[in-house]
């Protein structure tokens, strides 16, 4: 497995690749969600890049940038295991040169929800994977559903910036506790985990009652609140949106997601359900 770290690098091994490519960005302190994302782009491609990169500009000023959990050796080696065939690890000094192009999220979809919380957040993914798009110009890139906001904004990127390329996003892998995996939940103390819980089990529900037969959105929300009402929980949002992010009054299989933000401690965790 090759690890490049600088731009010059990656364009000359990209220039040597004749197949297909699948590419799989991350933050890093890799986990069953990463892994998961790895081993279906290995399945679709001949050859698979994972980047790593902690992007600081889409951490918001008062953001865990610098404390953001970090581990490069155990990633490198669960890659090399996974039969990755090259990592992408730059420096900031690498990606970003100071003043620079940017773009802006859509209007409608990039200043909802986690977008509300933090509104510079998805102008900093767009910067960052569209400047990794460019350098590695993937056919296939794979992103999970667990960022869903994150995944139906970059599809619209794709579509609106006409690239090349194919989003693929993937299923939320989950703890076996439920907890979906995330490197953040190693902030999380194990009193703070039973509290964390509490949003797996509003999505378990929440399918449940829709398997039952119940469609309004009204109802279900009031049935998701008063599951989420915990102490120790602080919600953001439990919300039925459809692929724009729009509201709705009734799911429809397949056109909606139930999408949820909470503290924990001083933990930030999403999570959502694709109906
Ligand atoms: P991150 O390193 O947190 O930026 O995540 C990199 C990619 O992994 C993103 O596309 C995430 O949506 C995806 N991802 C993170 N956690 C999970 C999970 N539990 N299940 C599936 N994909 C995930």
Redesign the pocket.
Known sequence: MKVISTIKEMREYRLCLTQSVGF???????????Q??IKQSIQDNAHTIVS?FV?PTQFGANEDFDAYPRDLEKDITLCEQSGVDAVFIPSVEEMYCGDEITLNPPKKMGYVLEGFDRPTHFAGVLQVVLKLFSLIQPHRA??????AQ??LILQKMISDLFLPIVIVP?????DDDGL?????NIYLSPKEREIALRIPQTIQRVRTYIAQGITQVSQLESLAFKELSYDGLMLFYATFRNHQLEYITHIEQGKSIFLIAAKVGKTRLIDNLWI
Not at 142 to 147: A, L, P, T
């Open positions: 799989v960005p991350t933050m890093g302190a890799l986990h069953k969600g990463h998961s994302l790593i992007n794979y992103f999970g559903q667990k960022d994150q995944v993937c299923p939320i892998v989950r979906a995996f995330s490197s953040r």
